[in-house]
């Protein structure tokens, strides 16, 4: 199986397992990026593919409900915020796994469906997530 058609599965994976579980924990946006308001924060989240490997991340922050501004003025409204504007962020599976951790989809299994495990493995992971949002502050940029 080429690269690109691991890709394509694993992103069918994750449209069929992963985003109706964001929507159920109230999460809005499209793939890659989602946010939901979590009483006085936005919690974030974006999925990031390897470039070299057949792999993914999810990564988390938290900033304002009311957006936030750049460290040269400009001001990004809720809606537009992304992850990779911020400092501080978890990749999900890291505490757990003790390491900087990736969801690596490149070897199939013998029974199963890997695409589907690895979509399963993060909600298992769901809970560092909601532990993380909750003590972590929001980020100001300016």
Not at 2 to 13: C, G, V, W
Not at 104 to 111: A, G, P, S, V
Request: with cysteine; glycine share 4%; charged share 30%.
């Amino acid at each position: 199986m080429t690269h690109k058609e691991k890709r394509e599965k694993m992103d069918k994976a994750i449209k069929e397992i992963i985003i109706p579980f964001l929507r159920n924990k109230g999460f809005k946006g499209s793939f890659p990026h989602f946010r939901r308001e979590n009483n006085d924060k936005l919690n974030l989240l974006n999925f990031q593919f390897s470039l070299y490997s057949s792999s993914f991340v999810v990564n988390i922050a938290n900033c304002s409900v009311n957006g936030m501004t750049t460290s040269d003025g400009e001001l990004i409204k809720p809606a537009k915020c992304q992850v990779p504007y911020l400092k501080n962020r978890l990749r999900v599976g890291s505490i757990k796994n003790r390491r900087d951790y990736w969801y690596d989809f490149d070897k199939q299994l013998i029974f199963g469906d890997i695409f589907k495990k690895r979509a399963k493995e993060f909600i298992n992971n769901w809970e560092e997530a909601e532990q993380w949002w909750r003590n972590n502050d929001i980020e100001l940029l300016n």
